[in-house]
């Protein structure tokens, strides 16, 4: 839990990367769309393909005993469409291009959305394409020809940091049913997962600079309405509001008596009386996100780095990120 | 029983799987019993009522319950749960069984499978061509189901029935590779089981009134033939089949008595032919008399017949000789001569009484052939399929009282005359005649020309065949069976009606190309086809390699049709292309490096008058490039216009 995972890939075996064969290392693809080519794609019978050998079989055996010659024609037939339908499962990876989407940052907890983009240039249609993505996942899609299709994957997220996108298996039984096809497209895409926000008032001696003490926000006087972010505690929603629009809008927050424009030095030292890092630095996105909130401008001071006095999302993120990718010293 | 969900089956695959499941079980309702085509078809039913009303799977009691009903109906019908017959009534009980539990792609696998079998098991019945035609259809309609079960409701009906034929095409070309070069065993790996030839008809080994005059009701084919030469009259092909020696007042069987091989003298030239005999439970070649040489594994017992080691379990096609004048056993054994004079005691007095009168009157042996014949000629016979039943003097109250018959009965009278007269004689049966096809030059012998005739011994030349039957009726020996009767007799419509001659003559030329060319591809035709191919002697080694060259050749040829590169697929790259035409038409030219943005700053300048018309162009092309568009329509509309106002 001290140490963040970023820089790790999280589907790189155990065994070292120099045992294993060249062509069995998985390689990111980069960011530029990629196609899948003959090289890279595996086809192997799958059970149903087993079961249908085994019916050949034993028609072939019944077709020999009592000399049925149109019995040996249609094991034949059956056959041949079944060695022409491994090369249709196939040709419904071969040729596909994939390429990396955007991935937005989310705050621990939530789920990532890695986009991925799937590109059709072919005029036949692409159908049951499964892709599984990491060991849980399983999406099935069907691409029409031509079609660009965008493709979310939701990953779970527990720590802060980068999220690399896990190692992706697309697979396809299409259209016989008796083979599995399938690839390891592997786009690089990294997902910055925020810090999980606690919820907290702003520090009351937060002026880090002669000005005057911040004044906190106050819970007496209604000041107005805004979107909710996720760090926002579940009491100041505006529930009633929520109600009458029968949830079809966004939750509101309900703000107090906001402050004065002075400046908010958030620093790690003010978070001493925790131990633990992670909270520390939790609480730490709390405040960022309740300072942007209430409008005000803040600066940030990190054990590794310091950023300057700003605001806006642009400022909002270059926080969050030095917070999501903070390494404490211990 | 849980299972992955993604697994589940959508809604509309099952009415697939019910088409596949009756279309694979539709031929078999005209050979098995009516109560298991009946429970079969009412188990797709019930199947089809609970997918419409969306019910969920029976009770596993109740699936139980079915299932032993179904083995037990079997065990009562068929006596065993073995076999052909009754393995082929467990799979079209079975087959929709798994219909009612049908709940996952794997489930409908099963069904696939089970349906494959059972067009297999239609080739138990009939191999003919509607019957291929069929299959052809039902593994196209399995194929689309199976495209269905993979696909899903996305995929479009057009695209999929565009790859289930394309998949039926490439599988033939495997097809014909495998039927030609596969190597053909012959004959069953295990003993073909009792139910093997049950339906089936042919000639019989015993001969009472009666027997005939049913086979002759059959329009099936017994055997076809091919002259290599002219082929002889309608009146000399006779073909033979056992010969029938001992007579106990009722029935006439063959003995079993050893006697010596047959000494056959040829008069004539050899006649080559070849035959192809439909499958029956016994072993007779049924050669033309007389044959001079055999096939491989055939012999000749004393008294002509030709016989195979092993009966025909399967279309055969042989190879014989036979001579058309002969002397057959001049100097026959004295036992044999006496065997053939034997009649039983106590019956028939009248013709006995009859025989010994033309005995005293006649000297010579030939004369009272001649006499017996003349008999039948003057007094009022007639020649019916449908005689009148006969008392235990049946020879007797044939010759002097009905006076109707068919083969059978003047062949009996005719031997029991001359066995009483002192003339050595016996019926031979077997085939006489037959169909000569002007199509292809095979001479088609049916069921119903079978035939039953005499033969007497004459010293001095031998075993001579005597034909009353030729003498009451003429037209039967000399044009077929089909004008010696009247069209009320029963006989079956194609040999009768003469306006559908031609037709059925192209249709059985068809058959018989079929038959001999794609039923009859054997392991003899495979080493000729081989010999020609340049693989003289082959073993199996050299054939499994060349056999696997050619199947490997094929893949390879169908994966570089597969993946053969297609034209530019890109329809927006397209488009944009076009539109840079019509700009080249205007005198302004893309350069490499511009980009559309570029590009349109310049068109600004040079020529203004287009500007806002490809100003849109690039608009809709960028939104389709790096835009969340992906809808072309825009494009398309724009480079349209661009393309129509340059022409104003």
Known sequence: MAQPHAFRFSWRPRVPARLIPPFLRPRPDGEAPFCLTQRRIYILPSGQGLLYALLLIAMLLTAINYSLALGHALVFLLAGIALAGMLETFRNMHGLWLGAGSSPPVFAGEAARFELLLDNRSTRHRPALRLRAGPALEIETHLDPQQLQRLIVPLPTTQRGWLFLPRLRLSTRYPLGLYVAWAYPQPSMRCLVYPTPIEMPLPAAAGGEAGPLSQQRGDDDFAGLRERQPADALNHVAWKIDARHDGARPLLIKEFGSGSETALMLDWALTATVNDAETRISMLTGWVLAAEAAGRRYALTLPDQQLPLGSGPAHRHACLQALALCVPTP | ?648
């Open chain 2, 1 to 648: 029983m849980s299972f992955d969900p993604r697994e589940r089956l959508e809604r509309s695959t099952p009415p697939w799987l019910f088409g596949v499941s009756l279309a694979a079980m539709a031929p078999h309702v005209l050979f098995v019993p009516h109560w298991l085509a009946l429970s079969s078809a009412l188990l797709v039913l019930w199947a089809f009522r609970r997918w419409q009303r969306d019910e969920p799977m029976p009770a596993r009691g109740l699936l139980t319950l079915a299932t032993l009903a179904a083995l037990a109906g079997l065990a009562v019908e068929y006596r065993t749960l073995l076999g052909r017959d009754a393995g082929m009534g467990m799979l079209l009980l079975f087959c929709p069984l798994k219909l009612l539990e049908i709940r996952t792609r794997r489930d409908a696998m099963v069904l696939i499978v089970l349906a494959y079998f059972l067009l297999l098991t239609h080739f138990f019945h009939a191999q003919d061509i509607l019957s291929a035609a069929w299959t052809f259809g039902c593994v196209a309609l399995t194929l689309l189901a199976q495209i269905r079960l993979q696909a899903g409701q996305r995929l479009p009906l057009r695209p999929q029935l565009q790859l289930a034929g394309r998949l039926c095409l490439q599988g033939l070309p495997f097809l014909i590779v495998l039927f030609l070069l596969f190597p053909r065993i012959q004959g069953p790996l295990w003993g073909l089981p009792q139910d093997a030839f049950s339906g089936r008809t042919g000639l019989s080994d015993s001969m009472s009134p009666g027997d005939i005059a049913t086979l002759v009701q059959s329009g099936d084919i017994a055997l076809r033939t091919r002259f290599f030469g002219p082929v002889p009259s309608t009146a000399q092909r006779y073909w033979r089949g056992p010969v029938l020696d001992a007579f106990d007042g009722r029935i006439w069987r063959p003995t079993p008595l050893r006697t010596p091989p047959p000494r056959i003298e040829a008069l004539g030239p050899g006649l080559d032919y070849e035959l192809t005999l439909e499958a029956a439970p016994q072993n007779w070649l049924l050669a033309l008399d007389a044959p001079t040489q055999l096939p491989e594994k055939s012999s000749l017992d004393g008294q002509l017949t030709a016989r195979t080691a092993a009966p025909l379990t399967e279309r055969t096609r042989v190879r014989l000789q036979s001579a058309l004048i002969y002397r057959f056993n001049v100097d026959e054994t004295p036992a044999v001569r006496m065997h053939n004079l034997q009649l039983p005691p106590r019956f028939n007095p009248r013709t006995l009484a009859l025989a010994a009168e033309w005995q005293q009157a006649e000297q010579n042996p030939e004369a009272l052939v001649r006499r017996a014949l003349k008999y039948f000629t003057e007094n009022d016979f007639h020649y019916t399929l449908e005689p009148p039943r006969l008392g235990i003097h049946s020879v007797d109250e044939f010759l002097f009282s009905t006076r109707r018959g068919f083969c059978e009965h003047y062949a009996a009278a005719f031997v029991v005359l001359m066995r009483a007269a002192g003339i050595p004689a016996r019926v031979v049966t077997g085939y006489q005649g037959g169909e000569l096809n002007p199509l292809d030059g095979y001479v088609v012998v049916r069921q119903s020309d079978a035939h039953a005739w005499a033969e007497v011994w004459l010293a001095g030349r031998g075993w001579v065949r005597v034909d009353p039957t030729a003498a009451v009726s003429p037209d039967r020996i000399e044009t077929g069976i089909g004008r010696a009767l009247a069209s009320t007799d029963g006989l079956p419509l194609v040999v009768r009606a003469e306006w559908l001659r031609d037709l059925r003559q192209r249709w059985e030329a068809l058959n018989n190309q079929w038959n001999q060319y794609v039923l009859g591809y054997d392991e003899f035709r495979q080493r000729n086809l081989l010999a020609t191919l340049g693989l003289e002697t082959v073993d199996w080694q050299t054939l499994a390699i060349f056999l696997g060259g050619s199947i490997a050749t094929l893949l390879l040829a169908l994966l570089a049709w597969t993946l053969r590169p297609q034209r530019s697929t890109d329809p927006a790259r397209q488009l944009w292309q076009q539109a840079l035409r019509q700009l080249q038409r205007s005198k302004v030219d893309c350069a490499p490096w511009e980009t559309p943005l570029c590009l349109l700053a310049r068109v600004e300048q040079t020529a203004p008058g287009l500007a806002p018309r490809f100003s849109a162009v690039v608009d809709a092309y960028l939104a389709v490039r790096y835009g969340n568009q992906t809808d072309l329509t825009d494009l398309r509309a724009a480079v349209a216009r661009l393309a129509s106002r340059r022409t104003d």
